[in-house]
């Protein structure tokens, strides 16, 4: 692996290179790195920065500084793949690492002749200071733009050590044992489990017993235990974007709780400020069950205490239940067969404690900003999983009808998730669309190509 880099200051990188496994690979010749300065690419005495064209302040690297630097980086060591840094890059994380140490790929490839006949063994980091770069430098080499974060540091540096660091220790040959790197948080979809070492009581806290076992089988299990747990309290948002496969998915099941959902055709807001109930409507009874089936929402109660509301959904749900519902469709059939009709919010609930033994945590849902006071409900977002999920308790999502839910369910609820915004000021969601985007935002997989 050849590493050239591109810089203002080489001398950042003296130490950097000089201890741990890089000057390990630097010494075993897995690994080697050459330094190109800016302003060895000038005439002497020439300025490496000239000012940005327009109104404002502040300067950039000359376009034929970073030019002549790339040009003598290839010279040496052939066509480089060339990642330059900015804070407006695409984010590095462990997915874009791997993704690259698997194929070096190219996003966005315009991958004329130039670009497409790079040397897989040669990586070029351009680190810019100052402001930055000109645009047309960058569209013109970068295979790859990288950020490290939503800050803005003063320089590519930094960054270019993060990628080095993060990038090598996936390298066949860099790190010992490639099992370790394997078992690195975010290498798959969990964190790595928590360590330990002796002495094996410090601070009066003693190291888990089972981990002094000897029982290898016991201790894999712990900290597979622990791992996921561990994901799903502290980083739910790194699970569901992680690319999980079956069998993760199964096993972060077994730390996410119950979800439930309920439907409020009584105890809701009716004509302004009055409380009172709603019909029951063949879509919302069938699009909810549908997305609760999707996001693995154990039940979906539909709550109304009219009786001739309670027959027209149990007439529903007698003929979906039926053969020939059954037969006319079955996967509605699985859909609709996790609704259970519920009298009123309390029957919700003595319901859910009746499956689960346990009081679920109850979250409202609302469409108005005017329910978020300091007196009610703690107010939640869409991060807020593992500060409920840790409770491990069942949980209940109620949705409202008419004109949304009551103030003595609201009151009632431990937590209120903000309303769903778009970037109009139209505030009319139906109830089945709220619900599903409330689901997919809570539970949903943000899938990424790999
Ligand atoms: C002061 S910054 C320029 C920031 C630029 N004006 C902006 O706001 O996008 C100078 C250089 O530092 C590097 N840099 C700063 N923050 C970075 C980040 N979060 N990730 C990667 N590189 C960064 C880039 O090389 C950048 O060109």
Redesign the pocket.
């Known amino acids: 692996m050849k590493i050239t880099i591109i810089t203002v200051f080489p001398e950042f990188y003296d130490s950097f290179f000089k201890h741990s496994l890089i000057s390990r690979a630097l010494q075993s010749g897995i690994l080697s790195v050459n330094f190109i300065k800016f302003s060895d690419m000038c005439e002497p005495k020439e300025r490496i920065d000239t000012q940005i064209c327009g109104p404002g302040v502040?300067m950039l690297i000359k376009p034929e500084v970073v030019q002549y630097a790339i040009e003598k980086a290839e010279n040496l060591w052939g066509r480089g793949f060339k990642i330059?840094?900015?804070?407006?890059?695409e984010k590095m994380d462990q997915i874009l690492l791997k993704n690259l140490a698997n194929n070096f790929l190219i996003k966005d490839s315009k991958k004329d002749e130039y670009n497409s006949k790079f040397n897989n063994d040669h990586i070029i980091l351009v680190?810019?200071?100052?402001?930055?770069?000109d645009q047309r430098v960058e569209d013109f080499y970068a295979d790859l733009v990288?950020?490290?974060?939503?800050?803005?540091?003063?320089?590519?540096d930094l960054?270019a050590q993060l990628f080095i660091e993060s990038f090598l220790r996936l390298v066949p040959g860099i790190i010992g044992k490639s099992e370790s790197v394997e078992k690195d948080s975010f290498y798959g979809a969990f964190l790595d489990y928590p360590s330990y070492c002796l002495p094996k009581k410090w601070k009066n806290i003693e190291v888990p017993e089972v981990l002094l076992s000897g029982n290898h089988a016991l201790i894999d299990e712990w900290r597979q235990n622990e791992a996921v747990k561990k994901t799903i309290f502290k980083r739910f948002d790194w699970f569901i974007s992680s690319n999980p496969n079956i069998n993760e998915i199964k096993t972060a099941k077994k730390f996410i709780p119950k979800h439930y959902v309920a439907l409020m055709h009584s105890q809701v807001l009716v004509q302004g400020d009055k409380v009172g109930d709603t019909s029951i409507t063949s879509l919302d009874i069938h699009d909810i069950a549908r997305s609760s089936a999707t996001y693995d929402i154990k039940n979906y109660f539909v709550v109304s205490g009219l009786k001739d509301q309670q027959k027209i959904l149990n007439t529903f749900l007698d003929f979906w239940k039926s053969e020939d519902g059954i037969d006319y469709n079955f996967s509605r059939f699985q859909a609709v067969n996790r609704i259970i009709p519920a009298l009123s919010f309390s029957d919700v609930i003595d319901k859910i404690k009746g499956i689960e033994g346990l009081e679920p945590i109850v979250i409202t849902t609302s469409a108005k900003t005017s329910n978020l006071n300091n007196n009610g409900p703690k107010i939640i977002d869409y991060n807020s999983q593992g500060e409920i999920f840790s409770q491990k308790r069942p949980i209940l999502f109620v949705f409202g009808t008419g004109q949304g839910l009551s103030n003595e369910i609201l009151d009632r609820s431990d937590y209120l998730l903000l309303p769903i915004k778009g970037l109009s000021d139209y505030n009319h969601l139906s109830v089945r669309s709220a619900a599903a985007i409330i689901l997919d935002r809570w539970l949903g997989l943000k899938n990424r190509v790999e």
């Open positions: 502040g330059f840094f900015s804070p407006q890059g680190c810019a200071r100052y402001e930055g770069i990288l950020s490290v974060g939503d800050y803005v540091l003063m320089g590519g960054p």
